[in-house]
């Protein structure tokens, strides 16, 4: 395949999203890493870049549809499809995280660190997932329509502050498949506990790519907006 060495991790994903799922295989953060080249990726995590190339060229696919939308639509979007996702998700996740540590606890003590987490990831990403609502996306979609100054200055100002809350969120998530060990189901789980681990393995993959598509595409668009 074509060297692709020197093209960050976020171009990598954005131009086609299958991508995603081998990046996060290799262990390789495309989303709050996204700005890292693909080299330096490998380097910092001592891959071997020649056999990262060829797992991403054995499984291309045509981009999604979502690489096409301008930033409005976009926006749209990921409310619609990773936004109702968490709202919905979180809750429930909360209270199996709960019901699981309270059944398997004596075995598994580190279930009170992944109950911790859970919790955590659910105190950070709802009012994150009100700001864009409410302030950021709105503002995005009055950038489209040609308005550039705002009640928060810049749209700049807000952008800023929800990419230092998909690093936490990022961080977060990363102490979470630490202390599941990669989501590693135990012999003796039962279908709560594999439901739990299942369902955290999933949620890590939605919001790499939801952090991912406003990151890497949502937000730089955004910006170029501000600046015409």
């Not at 999933?202 to 907006?225: C, G, R, T, Y």
Request: proline share 4%; glycine share 6%; net charge negative.
């Amino acid at each position: 395949m074509t060297d692709i060495s020197q093209r960050t991790l976020g171009d990598l994903v954005t131009a086609n999203p299958s991508r995603a799922r081998i990046l996060e295989r290799h262990g390789l953060d495309h989303c709050c890493g996204g700005r890292r080249t693909l080299k330096e990726a490998c380097a910092a995590a001592g891959l071997d870049e020649q056999a990262v190339q060829a797992d991403l060229g054995a499984s291309e696919v045509d981009p999604a549809d979502w690489v096409e939308l301008d930033p409005s639509a976009l926006a749209r979007h990921i409310v619609d499809t990773h936004h109702r996702y968490l709202h919905e998700e979180l809750p429930l996740l909360d209270a199996l995280a709960e019901k699981v540590l309270t059944a398997h606890e004596r075995r598994h003590p580190e279930l009170a660190g992944v109950r911790k987490l859970v919790a955590a990831i659910r105190t950070e990403v709802e009012p994150h997932l009100m700001k864009e609502e409410r302030v950021l996306f709105p503002a995005i979609d009055a950038l489209a329509r040609g308005q550039r100054e705002f009640g928060f200055g810049s749209v700049a100002n807000p952008i800023h502050m929800m990419g230092i809350e998909h690093d936490r969120a990022g961080q977060l998530l990363a102490e979470l498949r630490a202390v599941t060990y990669g989501y590693e189901i135990p012999a003796d789980a039962c279908a709560s506990y594999r439901s739990l681990y299942g369902r955290l393995a999933q949620l890590e993959a939605d919001m790499h790519e939801h952090i991912h598509k406003e990151n890497n595409v949502l937000f730089p668009a955004a910006m170029e907006l501000a600046s015409t």
